[in-house]
């Protein structure tokens, strides 16, 4: 059973950066996609961005040139780089692995959460 644990969130002013990591158990972690994924209160959960096992990377329209999005395959780690945050990315960000490499196929496990707050 895969674990992925999320870390990184916190408190921080409007235009300020996080970088939130995920490590996860098991094997063959670069075999699978991964990807980020957030939930507001009140609001359903969304797509932030996600890694194919070939790097290929995609972004949700809202946060595209501020985040970014990495995988360290050695570590089995993934990344997200969050620059110039805004009071509506505050949310609690999910480390979600897909079933396959492609980030096309369906989440298989989720991580516990980790709580961004963007507020001055």
């Known amino acids: 059973q895969v674990q992925l644990v999320e870390s990184g969130g916190g408190l921080v002013q409007p235009g300020g950066s996080l970088r939130l990591s995920c490590a996860a158990s098991?094997?063959?972690?670069?075999?699978?996609?991964m990807g980020w994924y957030r939930q507001a209160p009140g609001k359903q959960r969304e797509l932030v961005a996600d890694?194919?096992?070939?790097?290929?990377?995609r972004y949700v329209a809202s946060v595209k040139g501020r985040f970014t999005i990495s995988r360290d395959n050695a570590n089995n780690a993934v990344y997200l780089q969050m620059n110039s945050l805004k009071p509506e990315d505050t949310a609690v960000y999910f480390c979600?692995?897909?079933?396959?490499?492609?980030?096309?196929?369906?989440?298989?496990?989720w991580g516990q959460g980790t709580q961004v707050t963007v507020s001055s």
């Open positions: 979600a692995r897909y079933t396959s490499g492609t980030y096309y196929s369906q989440v298989r496990s």
């Open positions: 890694i194919s096992s070939t790097f290929s990377t």
């Open positions: 098991g094997s063959i972690f670069s075999s699978f996609a």
